[in-house]
């Protein structure tokens, strides 16, 4: 009797470690399979930035590269290098320089602080609290908050009162990072692979624009605006619809989707070389140049994108 208790003892002890030594098998093959899923998302996300900058490289010279022929000759014109376009089209003017550096580092600081405000707010539980309310409430708030905010900031001038300049700026920022901050509920990974995809696309359409002919296309001003009125009442009207209206909300979202994700690049464009009117033109027109003002237009663009392209990405990796 003893020897067969110690048997059977034997055995359970040996199918306790088996059961333990599977579970760390099934562990270890779950985490191996999560980090190759974060490296080829990384593979992914790097190889469209080099696709979206070749893109914008290829873009830049087809549109913008320059001929030069040299006097008397008979030789076919000569295309321009990349750097050469830049040389030969950048705003000489030490005032333009310097605007297009001050607008850019003022639309590098609103990112930033938009993305610490959306973190802390997500931390505090405010986005659970935005999760929960009324669309109908969370659009109104959102809208007010945001539109008030940024009306305010564009009305004051920065000579007169840079100290609330700047509070109304950052009013701004946080405003925006309270309506964002439930994008922290997804994934980092895909966050951070559509921050990447973003940040290229912004990059080069703005690399196309400051090497362009100056105002070569402001001209795009108008039909822009048609298609954001466009993508925003599909964008309103997806909201409003009720969920049986499959197909129409269908068409509507690929509207506000890649409709928008059209409209804002063309914007970026468009930004860009007003920008650079704006600033070649206020020494003529004596108008004080606003590098938080000109810095919000590709903040909005960029906010924009990016929420488009994270949008794209989650429906995919849904289905």
Do not use: C
């Given at each position: 009797m003893l020897p067969l208790l110690a048997r059977l003892s034997t055995m359970r002890l040996n199918s306790s470690a088996s059961l333990r030594i599977l579970k760390?098998?099934?562990?270890?093959?779950?985490?191996?399979?999560?980090?190759?899923?974060?490296?080829?998302?990384?593979?992914?996300?790097?190889?469209?930035l080099v696709a979206v900058g070749g893109a914008g490289y290829l873009l830049n010279k087809v549109l913008n590269s320059p001929t030069v022929a040299v006097p008397g000759a008979i030789?076919?014109?000569?295309?321009?290098?990349?750097a050469d376009?830049?040389?030969?089209?950048?705003?000489?003017?030490?005032v333009v320089k310097e605007h297009l550096r001050s607008t850019y580092a003022h639309f590098a600081g609103g990112l930033a602080m938009t993305g610490t405000f959306a973190y802390i707010f997500h931390r505090t539980g405010w986005s659970a609290r935005i999760?929960?309310?009324?669309?109908?409430?969370?659009?109104?708030?959102?809208?007010?908050?945001?539109?008030?905010?940024?009306?305010?900031t564009q009305a004051i001038d920065d000579?007169?009162?840079?100290?609330?300049?700047?509070?109304?700026?950052?009013?701004?920022?946080?405003?925006?990072g309270l309506t964002l901050a439930p994008i922290y509920f997804m994934q980092p990974a895909l966050i951070a692979r559509a921050a990447l995809m973003t940040t290229g696309i912004v990059g080069s359409i703005s690399a196309v624009g400051m090497t362009a002919r100056r105002e070569q296309y402001l001209w795009l001003g108008a039909p822009l605006m048609a298609g954001l009125v466009a993508v925003c009442l599909a964008?309103?009207?997806?909201?409003?619809?009720?969920?049986?209206?499959?197909?129409?909300?269908?068409v509507l979202e690929n509207v506000s989707l890649y409709g928008g994700l059209a409209?804002?690049?063309?914007?970026?464009?468009?930004?860009?070389?007003?920008?650079?009117?704006?600033?070649?033109?206020?020494?003529?027109?004596?108008?004080?140049?606003?590098?938080?003002?000109d810095a919000l237009g590709i903040y909005l663009d960029f906010i924009n994108i990016f929420i488009r392209i994270l949008?794209?990405?989650?429906?995919?990796?849904?289905?």
């Open positions: 760390r098998t099934q562990s270890i093959a779950v985490n191996q399979r999560s980090a190759n899923r974060q490296q080829q998302a990384l593979i992914r996300g790097g190889i469209a030789t076919q014109p000569k295309q321009m290098s990349f376009a830049v040389e030969a089209n950048r705003a000489f003017s030490p999760m929960m309310m009324n669309k109908w409430a969370y659009l109104g708030v959102s809208l007010l908050g945001t539109i008030g905010a940024l009306f305010a000579q007169q009162n840079p100290g609330l300049k700047y509070t109304t700026w950052a009013i701004f920022n946080g405003a925006m964008s309103i009207g997806s909201i409003a619809l009720p969920a049986t209206a499959i197909r129409t909300l269908s409209v804002f690049s063309g914007l970026v464009l468009w930004d860009t070389q007003k920008i650079i009117a704006h600033a070649e033109n206020a020494h003529y027109t004596r108008q004080q140049l606003s590098p938080i003002n949008t794209i990405m989650d429906n995919r990796r849904r289905k």
